[in-house]
């Protein structure tokens, strides 16, 4: 089974910084698929950016950026110029393009100080 | 916006009771799951469904079971509840095909098990 590790279980940042934070996933299968989901306190699953990993190039959603290094097999988060609205819990998400369930690692509690 | 809603958002529970935590999504998904997610944990999947009374096993399926009668609704039965299921149970589904990857979630059940 694949599995997702997210090394960092807290991290903080000072707003308007950039932060990155680390997922790294164990797979044999060559198609599939990465997500980074945001938590916040309310409980509500929200994706925030999602890859191919067919795609050489890297996703983008406004502040929010992705390294994805395939032969690595590890897919950080970059959230540019952090907003107080940032902090939350974020997961990396893997899943297979040849079946339908997902797996997570084991998050990352983001702070976000003013 | 798709919307998957369950039922209760805390349940208090005693050790031995049958407990049923319900799942409602509106936008006529193949793909039903539960996960249940617990402190440096992450989420981790129970049961997924894929169609109507079909099932899969998750990573943890021991002491749960689920029901998917109707396409828009997949429950979670614990059949005699521990200690060791206090937790937070999410739901999620999604489609099927190309480009359908992503997860919708709903809000989750934070279950107690005295």
């Known amino acids: 089974a694949q599995t997702v590790t997210q090394s960092q279980p807290e991290m903080s940042v000072q707003e308007a910084e950039t932060v990155t934070l680390s997922c790294t996933y164990d797979t044999s299968e060559s198609d599939y698929y990465l997500f980074w989901y945001k938590q916040p306190p309310s409980r509500q699953m929200i994706l925030v950016i999602r890859?191919?990993?067919?795609?050489?190039q890297n996703a983008t959603e406004n502040r929010f950026s992705v390294n994805f290094q395939k032969a690595a097999k590890s897919f950080s988060l970059k959230i540019s110029d952090s907003q107080l609205g940032d902090a939350a819990m974020y997961f990396c998400a893997y899943r297979s393009a040849s079946n339908n369930d997902m797996r997570f690692g084991a998050g990352t509690r983001l702070t976000v100080k003013p | 916006d798709v919307k998957v809603t369950q039922s209760s958002r805390y349940l208090v529970k005693r050790t031995g009771e049958k407990v049923f935590l319900e799942c409602v999504q509106d936008m006529d998904h193949e793909n039903m799951f539960w996960y249940r997610q617990d402190p440096g944990l992450g989420l981790r999947l129970i049961y997924f469904?894929?169609?109507?009374?079909?099932?899969e096993k998750g990573d943890i399926p021991e002491g749960y079971s689920v029901s998917r009668e109707k396409k828009e609704r997949f429950s979670l039965i614990l059949e005699s509840a521990s200690t060791n299921q206090t937790s937070m149970y999410l739901c999620a589904s999604s489609d099927t095909g190309t480009g359908s990857e992503k997860l919708f979630f709903g809000s989750g059940t934070q279950l107690s098990v005295l």
């Open positions: 469904s894929y169609d109507v009374k079909m099932k």
């Open positions: 890859q191919e990993a067919y795609k050489q």
